[in-house]
């Protein structure tokens, strides 16, 4: 049966194919339509099909194209005319599945005899459809290939190019339109005889009956009928995993080294916001990565509420509380934290470093990184990735790209292959994707989310070792990932002198004083390395240790504001006399005993620096650790990603079709003694009980409008059961169901007429 209007065509389809349409446009249901006529004006909007377009390929955008250049918005056109325009070439089944696809999402309905679209479809296509410009009135009825036949070649080519591309063009020749006699150039020729249209002075535009009539056989030119290929490669699944988990723990060890860095020496919060250029490049020295590294880096730390700008006079980028709990947590938790938050991070870390429409450079952690639809465009990346198998991946990032710009070329804007190439990229920094593939922790994010992501990390992740392999050269060898109470002593003792899958550690007369300053002894250490190293301890270690222990701790010093004390009367005079010992206002107060009015930690760092070697004590007597912790602030409240809407579930679907279809029967129901209070106050409570007490009583049906107790105003046909205590029981006869009404939510109350 062939139909005129939109309306009348989804009045006419079923409920599946309605609930369908709802799935797969979203924004028509948001509020409630009241009935189909609603709905049809909702799908027929600018901005709803310009959104829906945004989800069809290159081919289906192209029959949507070749409708309009039948123009199916004014008119019914045929599936052989659309055929017709898109050439021989492009098979009758995938005009079909196009035509399906389009139908579905109510952007064009109709018969195979009687296809139509809607009017917005237009606006929403561009100003030249299939890339032909618009018809001209003055070659209608006229053979445009005759006229084509008398042309020069310069004015064939001119044409040709037009036609080949975009149909207008720029020349200096359209400034004036002059007879063909007295033209003298191509362009002024073709103007004259009407094949080229004059737009403004320096801008032609090609008519549309002159590029079909040039593109001969392919009127839409070569049509795209199938996506581009992608070259992959496939690799055992563990070799992905096991390379992608040694990208994570890089990740982590860079995101500790971060929060060290921050909590020693926070850097300054932007004016505008945002991390500065020095910062980032000293951090990219310490950490020795690339700037966008530590830009995305950055970002990881801040959307996972791991640093934060302190609500200060002066804000400064610092770690939070948040990050001691991080640094605890076992290493596959802590990568599935900065997965799962790079998943849902609302911003763009990529975009940093480009410049913003003023022409200034945007700086990491600032505003004009945040983009809510990131996410998104995350998921659609990495799910083409989880549609090869397991093990299977990409080539070419460029490939990737291609292959998402013909699923979707109108989504992502100008950003569009920019951020396939980023997210591939970072994707790879966290351990999601090597060598092109997915890895099966990625998977478990995308289906099970980050509990089970960890799970897969742990597996992938090497054994924690227990040992370590101790050198000559006072170098520590981890041959693996140490355990986590090995790697703090480690830490303690030794320095990172490069990582990787085998860590090396330097042992420095520094770093052993720090382990002694830490509270550790010399037997603590001595002990730490006969037992985990695999290796026999060097003797030159076994000296450096004891030398540096027989030395620390000799000057200890105590809050007074702070005192140091020392047997040796030599080296006390010593300290005192210093340049150092005059800068921290050193005095002697009794034998062995000086005091100063600078804070312990001060004097401590001082004398250091000067080449002593003093300890904290506590009021005991024992050794204290007097190493700043870092600096913290509270975490105020937890940075949370831009949540992806769920799609409506079948049965909210379902209840959305009843919806409709109930208004639509109550538009076309005929009203008979109504019920209702001026001004749109609803209903008299009262009035109301009589009325749907007289209807149950005849057996008569009433049409209700109804409120729900989250606001969505409906109306309904409903034939009373049982009406009392407040409420209507009746059955809603669209979907042939029981449903409750509380009586003082109904607005109006009408008899239905026969």
């Known amino acids: 049966m062939s139909v005129s209007t939109l309306t009348e065509w989804l009045r006419e389809r079923d409920d599946v194919a309605l609930a369908r349409l709802l799935g797969a446009r979203p924004d028509l249901a948001t509020p409630i339509p009241a009935d189909t006529s609603v709905l049809a004006t909702r799908a027929g909007s600018r901005a709803s099909v310009a959104r829906a377009a945004e989800s069809l390929d290159t081919f289906t955008l192209t029959v949507l194209d070749a409708l309009l250049l039948c123009d199916a918005d004014t008119r019914s056109v045929t599936l052989a005319e659309v055929a017709a325009m898109l050439g021989a070439k492009v098979p009758r089944k995938r005009v079909r599945e196009a035509l399906a696809t389009l139908i579905d999402l109510a952007l064009a309905w109709g018969s195979d005899d009687a296809l139509s679209v809607v009017p917005s479809a237009r606006e929403a296509a561009g100003m030249f459809p299939g890339g032909l410009g618009r018809r001209s009135s003055e070659l209608d009825g006229k053979d445009v290939t005759d006229l084509l036949s008398g042309l020069s070649e310069p004015e064939r080519r001119l044409l040709a190019t037009l036609a080949e591309g975009q149909p207008t063009g720029r020349s200096r020749d359209a400034n004036v339109i002059v007879p063909l006699e007295q033209a003298e150039t191509p362009v002024q020729k073709l103007l004259a005889r009407g094949l080229l249209l004059r737009l403004d002075a320096e801008t032609v535009e090609l008519p549309r009956q002159v590029g079909l009539a040039l593109r001969g056989a392919n009127p839409m030119g070569q049509v795209k009928v199938n996506p581009p290929p992608v070259q992959t490669t496939a690799r055992n699944l563990s070799t992905v995993d096991s390379t992608a988990a040694g990208e994570a723990m890089e990740l982590i060890r860079h995101t500790e080294s971060l929060i060290s860095a921050w909590s020693e020496d926070p850097p300054a919060v932007l004016r ?130 291609g292959l998402l710009a013909w699923r979707a070329p109108r989504r992502g804007g100008r950003l569009r292959d920019d951020l396939v190439h980023w997210t591939v990229r970072e994707a790879q920094a966290l351990g999601l994707v090597a060598f092109g593939a997915l890895t099966s922790a990625a998977r478990g ?242 009035e109301t009980l009589a009325l749907l007490q007289e209807a149950a009583a005849q057996g008569r049906s009433v049409f209700i409008g109804y409120v729900d107790g989250n606001g969505t105003a409906s109306q309904r046909v409903i034939e009373p059961i049982r009406v009392g205590a407040g409420v209507l029981e009746g059955l809603d006869s669209t979907r042939s169901e029981t449903h409750r009404f509380a009586l003082h939510r109904i607005t109006s109350a009408s008899l239905v007429e026969d």
């Open 272 to 401: 505008a916001g945002g991390l500065g250029v020095r910062d980032i490049r000293k951090l990219a020295r310490e950490l020795q990565v690339d700037e966008a590294r530590v830009t995305l880096l950055a970002e990881l730390a801040l959307g996972a509420g791991l640093v934060i700008a302190t609500d200060t006079t002066s804000p400064q980028w610092a770690p939070t509380t948040q990050a001691d709990v991080w640094l605890v947590a076992s290493p596959s938790q802590r990568w599935a934290t900065l997965a799962s938050c790079w998943l849902d991070l609302p911003r763009l870390p990529g975009l940093a470093g480009s410049k913003d429409m003023r022409d200034k450079v945007i700086a990491p952690l600032s505003e004009e990184l945040r983009r809510p639809l990131a996410p998104a465009s995350r998921r659609r990346v990495l799910d083409a990735l989880g549609e090869f198998e397991p093990g299977t991946g990409v080539d070419s990032v460029d490939d990737l790209a």
């Open 445 to 686: 994010l995308l289906a099970d989310g980050p509990a089970a992501a960890a799970k897969q990390m742990a597996e992938a992740m090497p054994t924690p070792v227990d040992h370590v392999l101790v050198q000559a050269d006072l170098t520590v060898v981890a041959p693996g990932p140490l355990e986590q109470t090995l790697a703090h002593e480690i830490n303690l003792v030794a320095d990172v002198e490069s990582a990787g899958g085998a860590t090396v550690y330097r042992i420095s007369e520094a770093s052993v004083r720090r382990a002694l300053d830490a509270g550790r002894t010399s037997t603590d250490l001595h002990e730490l390395f006969r037992t985990r190293s695999r290796t026999p301890v060097p003797q030159g270690l076994t000296y450096m240790i004891d030398d540096v222990a027989r030395r620390h701790g000799r000057l200890r010093g105590g809050a007074a504001m702070s005192f140091l004390r020392c047997d040796d009367e030599t080296l006390l005079a010593e300290v005192a006399s210093s340049p150092a010992g005059a800068r921290l206002e050193l005095r002697k107060i009794a034998p062995g005993v000086l005091v100063s009015p600078v804070p312990l930690a001060d004097v401590l760092e001082e004398l250091r620096a000067a080449g002593f070697a003093p300890s904290a004590e506590d009021s005991d007597g024992r050794l204290m650790d007097l190493r700043p912790s870092g600096l913290r602030v509270p975490l105020r409240q937890r940075p949370k990603g831009t949540a992806i809407p769920k799609p409506p579930s079948p049965e909210q679907l379902a209840d959305l079709v009843s919806a409709m279809r109930a208004g639509d029967k109550a538009a076309a129901t005929r009203r008979g003694r109504t019920v209702a209070l001026a001004g749109g106050r609803g209903a008299d409570t009262s």
